[in-house]
């Protein structure tokens, strides 16, 4: 006659095999793969940048009556041209703004700046009815914009710079047509490098010195 067993239930079941094709059951936020890691740890190492935009009430009507929210539009950068910009909704101004800089960060750029305070050339940028002009400025001209072109340059770390927007007054417009502008700058060097020629072959004698000190991203 077999012998019974008297052991728990729990101590069977840790024995038993695990089923195929499911490993043990993980910890929130223990799959993280390594990019992700290196990009949050480096995100914590650096000093950000951030600037609030706008803003904006919103309502959800649902059953019964409107469920009201905030939408709130955020600007990233770390200042050494780096930047990003996030939208978010909640039910609250703290975590709106909370959730819209995450996505900023997570949708950062790099922008070419020339001398580490201005832009290489003048770009325009386009989005819906949204239209910017952006011009590079000598020295001592300071950021002349408004609004939520003038958050994005102290977040990128632009000092001097002349910017015009025209047609909307739209904050998501000016922002999206402002990255779109941004993100059509090319520095010398990578002209240079795409063309197999050097900087100084770009411009003339005179301006070689002048600009081969002045390509660095």
Same mark, same amino acid.
């Given at each position: 006659?077999a ?14 095999p ?7 059951r ?5 799959g993280?793969g ?13 000093e ?33 041209g780096?930047?990003?910009c ?6 609250e101004? /703290?975590d709106?703004?909370? #959730? @819209? $800089?995450?996505y !900023?960060k ?10 580490? +305070? ?52 739209? /904050?998501?417009?000016?922002? #999206? @047509? $402002?990255?779109a !502008? ?10 240079a490098? +795409? ?23």
């Amino acid at each position: 006659m077999a012998e019974e067993t008297n052991e728990p239930q729990a101590e069977v079941a840790a024995e038993a095999p695990a089923k195929a094709g499911r490993g043990p059951r993980r910890e929130r936020g223990e799959g993280r793969g390594p990019r992700r890691e290196r990009r949050e740890e480096r995100e914590e190492g650096e000093e950000m940048i951030e600037k609030l935009v706008a803003v904006n009430r919103v309502a959800k009507v649902v059953k019964g009556g409107k469920r009201f929210g905030f939408a709130a539009i955020m600007v990233v950068g770390d200042g050494k041209g780096r930047v990003g910009c996030g939208t978010a909704k909640a039910r609250e101004v /703290p975590d709106a703004v909370k #959730k @819209a $800089t995450d996505y !900023a960060k997570r949708k950062m750029i790099r922008v070419p700046m020339r001398e580490g +305070r201005t832009l290489h050339h003048d770009v325009t940028g386009h989005f819906g009815a949204g239209k910017v002009v952006l011009r590079a400025a000598p020295a001592g001209t300071g950021v002349i914009a408004g609004g939520a072109q003038r958050a994005i340059f102290e977040a990128l770390g632009i000092q001097d710079v002349v910017a015009k927007s025209i047609g909307t007054t739209n /904050p998501h417009n000016l922002i #999206k @047509a $402002t990255f779109a !502008a941004l993100q059509s700058i090319q520095s010398p060097r990578s002209v240079a490098q +795409r063309r197999g020629k050097k900087v100084a072959d770009l411009f003339g004698k005179a301006d070689s010195a002048e600009h081969a000190a002045a390509v660095g991203e």
